[in-house]
């Protein structure tokens, strides 16, 4: 007679107590929190300890064998948590010397009493990824010592130290702008019924791949760029390390700066602007620009200054947050990163928003603007795209969220969330 699947609640609660697994341990007297470790596979101090958590689960309920990939027994235990409502409360995967992730565990659950029927149904979803709480959606939160960026940062050629501040996390930003372009919200939330649209799943999931290279996101960047709302260039910039932005009129297209390993762009002579105090002012700012650097360094975004002119950022051209966000001149400030836009997508498919996908700089004047002046209205806006990431935003869209309720594609986004 085959053995039943044990439920997570108390098969996790009796693991715990049983101190059995190195590192699986309550982190506070209640023990409404634990730790578990949390370890990159291609760590060269990773060990078969490593996963015992991981694939102790898989062999209880079933998804996973002794010799099976210890990858797979990560992601399929991290579903289980999700499912049943566990959130994360510290993502410390990149400590240099303990990675881990500290989980609170779920109130109704909290004492560990056998679940109901509701608590059944959602284990038997499981496998879907459809249950409630998807950890690292609660938005912006001020980053702990241990979520701060570890390892050196490049952009271009140059190594940085680590910085002293997270990126902006999207959730926070958007939810700060509720900005027309960054919607995309699915029509009539998410259903079950659309679970089962293999074809547009396997879409999505082949564009995906087509922006990793392993443990590696690929993007060019495309900038534009707007005198009082009116654009006056395009450029695709074939680069991954990214761009500096400069005032060179003899400069026609994008060059290579074999110093940084950045794509030189230059911004174009105003010499169509009727309205000879914009344009003035415009020219103005072009010779005292000096750079912008926008660049990617180790899956984060950053930008940063050099010169007199100040530069703003802010994921939208509709930001009516008010709060101006300078760029430092300086080190480098992370402005996005590649785990955060497919946290994105991921809770795009849950029914919220889509992440943003673009980038507004305003040079000279403060953006968002403090007294709530449009964007039209400022002398010189860029916006810079990592194509990549509109690809993807763009056909989760034209798919429809409901669409992609894929376990191989959650399991693909989940994993790359690991790497980035």
């Not at 929190?33 to 990159?40: A, G, Q, R, T, V």
């Not at 997270?166 to 926070?172: C, I």
């Not at 082949?206 to 760029?225: A, P």
Request: glycine fraction near 8%.
């Amino acid at each position: 007679m085959a053995h039943s699947k044990p439920l997570l609640i108390p098969w996790l609660k009796s693991s715990i107590d049983s101190k059995r697994y190195p590192g699986v341990h309550w982190t506070n007297p209640e023990q409404t929190e634990f730790c578990i470790p949390w370890k990159h596979a291609l760590r060269q101090d990773s060990s078969n300890e490593d996963v015992l958590i991981f694939k102790a689960w898989a062999e209880a309920s079933g998804n996973g064998r002794a010799q099976g990939d210890p990858s797979v027994w990560k992601r399929n235990f991290r579903s289980a948590l999700r499912a049943k409502d566990f959130k994360m409360v510290s993502d410390n995967k990149n400590d240099a010397a303990n990675p881990h992730k500290v989980y609170r565990w779920p109130e109704e659950s909290a004492s560990g009493e056998c679940p109901g029927s509701q608590d059944i149904l959602q284990e038997c979803l499981r496998g879907l990824n459809i249950g409630p709480g998807a950890e690292g959606t609660t938005g912006f939160q001020p980053p702990t010592e241990q979520q701060q960026l570890q390892n050196q940062l490049v952009i271009g050629a140059h190594p940085l130290p680590g910085q002293q501040q997270d990126p902006v996390m999207f959730e926070g930003a958007a939810r700060e702008t509720g900005l027309p372009e960054q919607p995309a919200r699915p029509a009539g939330g998410v259903t079950a019924e659309g679970a089962g649209d293999g074809q547009q799943a396997a879409q999505f999931l082949e564009t995906v791949n087509q922006t990793r290279d392993g443990d590696h996101f690929k993007t060019d960047f495309r900038v534009t760029v707007f005198y009082r709302g009116v654009k006056v260039s395009e450029r695709e910039v074939p680069n991954e390390a990214g761009l500096r932005l400069v005032y060179r009129p003899d400069l026609n297209d994008p060059v290579l700066d074999p110093e940084t390993g950045l794509s030189i762009v230059s911004l174009p002579r105003p010499v169509d602007i009727l309205d000879q105090t914009q344009a003035s002012l415009t020219q103005r700012i072009l010779d005292n620009l000096g750079s912008l650097d926008v660049g990617m360094s180790q899956h984060v975004i950053y930008g940063q200054r050099c010169g007199e002119v100040k530069a703003y950022w802010s994921f939208s051209k509709f930001d009516s947050s008010r709060q101006p966000r300078e760029i430092s001149k300086l080190n480098p400030e992370p402005l996005y990163q590649v785990k955060d836009f497919i946290r994105g997508l991921m809770d795009f498919f849950d029914g919220k928003e889509s992440p943003p996908s673009s980038m507004f700089f305003c040079l000279g004047e403060k953006w968002p603007d403090p007294e709530n002046k449009p964007w039209e209205k400022k002398l010189i806006m860029v916006e810079v795209v990592p194509t990549s990431m509109e690809l993807l935003k763009n056909v989760a869209v034209e798919c429809g969220a409901s669409s992609l309720r894929s376990v191989e594609l959650q399991m693909s986004l989940e994993e790359m969330m690991d790497l980035y």
